[in-house]
């Protein structure tokens, strides 16, 4: 029987400077910018669709104000949204996560500071929520559709694990504790408690993880009960609200299915991912933790089964969900339209966190390939190069023509927003980079899976420490370097990307192996005589062209392009003509598009050039035409350039594109 050798999760320093420039951003730039906005000391522009829950008219949210209401500090009504508390916690989680990677003290005392108001609006039976609070205290978990109470408790809770984490604060700890007890008096399968959920899930995300902070078997109980009541009473959101009394318009008649809010059937049932993506995916990844911290089949099960849909048939090849605005949701399998998508950058983020519960569950490579597709591309998306500005909806198509003009594609900006009046987003973004480091690694009894190529430097306890250097994703040269003094054995697991293929050297100390993988890793034996070992994976990082399943419609003849994770756009600063007017030629799709690094474009990135043409005839005045046959003649080679999607936005205004044209036999 192996030893246990591994019981804590590893220290990690990320040292990549691929990530170090987006982690030292979060610090420097974002998380100031954020609290400025949310404490009310800057204005920040909102951009104008009500799609997106950004129909304030100007900054009203008064984020830090409702909690200084709620604190007997001020006084006023409550403003913005009834999740509107959120923001702040997310906010501090991220705050939590940057302090164990570079101590500031200005963010530390604003943190500080921030808990000992939330301490202060906490009431004494451990409730908070500031809408509530302020102008609807008799409507305390009555209104659970759309209340998000404990959505909004939730994200605390898992703030307060993060900051007692990074700080020692038992204070911020407390707090948290105060709030699950306050749900556990309320909720549960006993007598005399709501047998219900919130209508959007979240603190199934957050008790598991106060569970592991605190040993106290209840909150690991409470998160099991939700998942598994949600879905037996379809009706009892419906119920609640006719039984209501507010006349707060944020709390009134939905006119969203039981689906849309996953109540249809029960959780564990469910088979397919439907309506907000946002929530489909928190509830996954709270179901994902709870089965492996609890053993339970069936909610592994119903992950399983989930996580397979969105994957396969539900995924935009970004890694971003759900393909429509009309609730932020998804529709039906291989419905992905790249011009009126959705793709909340929240979603994006939740993808990444049940990627990473997945991985706990069972170390598969592909849970790691969809954690850095996420990473690489659909995260990242969502924030500007320089920090203060956000992507709340990330298409794969946009043209400022049409967000102009067409109602139907309002909803998708062509240039990143200050702010939103629900703005969800940009803290989660945040709290996503200032943690990645907790994402790079597995670690069960005895075996580390090595799974993100970031480079890092880690200690996993008991003598066992790793320094994995790379230039990725520039580049597909990556090292361990692997030490031991455990004077046991153990294993060292090393993730082969699907992108990757049979395309890779691996080699043990300077000398190529072929170990075949196995669900997507190759794993080495370290015996407990090995002191050290060097372990170099070269990948191959050729610019590969990608088309989609033939059910995709939108995606028909059309292709795009990858460089290892990364995903490549087009966008109208760097090419001369509308993008749609492209057509990229057969040279390009057999390896004829190159990749060249250019470290004076957008901070350093890869650009493309991939051979195309453009028809002669595309200045014709009449709207409709005869074909013309000879239509090689009508050809003219031309070049476009394409840049990573995660930088798109940071220049001027334009028209952008990521599944490009397909030329006809001729080209």
């Known amino acids: 029987m192996k030893t246990k050798l591994f019981s804590t999760r590893p220290n990690v320093e990320i040292t990549s400077e691929f990530w170090c420039r987006y982690r030292n951003l979060i610090v420097d730039k974002v998380l100031p910018y954020q609290w400025a906005v949310m404490s009310d000391e800057q204005d920040a522009k909102l ?54 990677y570079r101590e500031d003290s200005h963010l530390r005392e604003l943190a500080d500071d921030l808990i000992d108001l939330i301490s202060q609006a906490q009431e004494p039976d451990g409730y908070l929520v500031s809408l509530f609070q302020i102008d609807y205290p008799q409507e305390r978990f009555k209104r659970l559709r759309q209340s998000h109470e404990l959505y909004t408790m939730g994200h605390y809770i898992e703030a307060a694990v993060a900051y007692w984490e990074a700080t020692g604060s038992g204070k911020a700890l407390d707090i948290a504790r105060g709030m699950a007890d306050c749900i556990d008096r309320a909720f549960g399968p006993q007598e ?49 609200f006719k039984e209501g009394l507010s006349p707060c318009e944020m709390l009134n008649e939905s ?13 564990t ?67 992905l339209p790249n011009d009126t998508m959705y793709g909340e950058s929240c979603a994006s983020v939740g993808m990444a966190m049940f990627a990473r519960r997945m991985l706990d569950i069972e170390q598969k490579g592909e849970y790691a390939d969809v954690l850095e ?54 803290a989660n973004i945040a709290r996503l980079v200032a943690s990645v480091d907790r994402y790079l690694y597995t670690v ?62 691996l080699q043990i100390n300077g000398i190529s192996t072929a170990i075949p993988p196995r669900n997507g890793f190759i794993t080495l034996e370290v015996p407990a005589s090995c002191i050290s070992m060097n372990v170099t994976l070269d990948l191959d990082m050729s610019v590969r062209a990608m088309q989609a399943n033939e059910n995709v419609r939108a995606d028909a003849d059309k292709v795009a392009f990858m460089r290892g994770p990364t995903v490549f756009c087009a966008e109208q600063v760097d090419n001369t003509n509308d993008l749609w007017k492209y057509r990229v030629t057969q040279e390009a799709l057999r390896g004829g598009a190159v990749s060249q690094f250019d470290a004076d474009l957008l901070g350093g990135v890869e650009t493309i050039c ?33 840049i990573p999607y995660y930088a798109w936005a940071n220049r001027e205004n334009g028209q952008m594109l990521v599944w490009l044209r397909r030329g006809d036999k001729t080209t």
């Open 610 to 642: 991939v051979p195309a043409v453009l028809d002669k005839n595309n200045n014709v005045k009449k709207l409709y035409y005869p074909v013309n046959h000879d239509d090689e003649a009508d050809m003219e080679s031309v070049s476009l350039r394409l």
């Open 373 to 426: 597709k996420q990473l690489f591309n659909g995260a990242i998306s969502g924030m500007s190069l320089d920090g203060s500005h956000f992507y709340y909806v990330n298409p794969l198509e946009a043209d400022p023509a049409l967000s102009a003009y067409n109602p139907d594609k309002k909803h998708v900006l062509t240039h990143r927003a200050e702010w939103f009046g629900c703005s969800c987003c940009p």
């Open 192 to 240: 005399g408690k709501i047998h219900g959920v919130d209508g959007h899930p979240e603190i199934e995300v957050a008790l598991p993880r106060l569970y592991e902070a605190t040993g106290e078997p209840r909150y690991l109980e409470l998160a099991s009960f939700f998942l598994h009541e949600r879905g037996k009473d379809p009706n009892f959101l419906d119920q609640q």
């Open 444 to 505: 069960t009894d005895n075996t580390i899976y090595a799974h993100q190529f970031i480079a890092n430097r880690a200690s996993f306890g008991h003598g066992v420490s790793v320094v994995q250097d790379s230039d990725f994703p520039r580049s597909g040269h990556i090292s361990w370097h692997v030490e031991s003094s455990a004077n046991t054995d153990f294993r060292f697991a090393i993730r082969i990307p699907d992108w990757a293929e049979d395309n890779y050297v």
């Open 269 to 335: 049932q469910q088979t397919t991912a439907e309506g907000h993506a946002v929530r489909v995916v928190y509830l996954c990844e709270g179901a994902a933790h709870v089965a492996h911290l609890a053993d339970d089949e069936q909610l592994r099960a119903a992950a399983e089964r989930l996580w397979t849909n969105i994957v396969d048939r539900r995924m935009y090849i970004t890694g971003q969900v759900g393909s429509t605005h009309e609730g932020e949701a998804f529709t039906y399998d291989y419905d």
């Open 47 to 100: 951009p104008d669709d009500p799609s997106s829950g950004n129909s304030f008219d100007g900054n009203e949210g008064h984020t830090l104000r409702n909690l200084r209401i709620a604190a007997g500090l001020e006084k006023g009504h409550h403003t913005g949204y009834q999740f509107q508390d959120s923001d702040l916690y997310k906010w501090l989680e991220a705050v939590a996560y940057a302090l164990r």
């Open 255 to 267: 006119t969203f299915s039981h689906k849309y809010y996953q109540i249809d059937k029960p959780f």
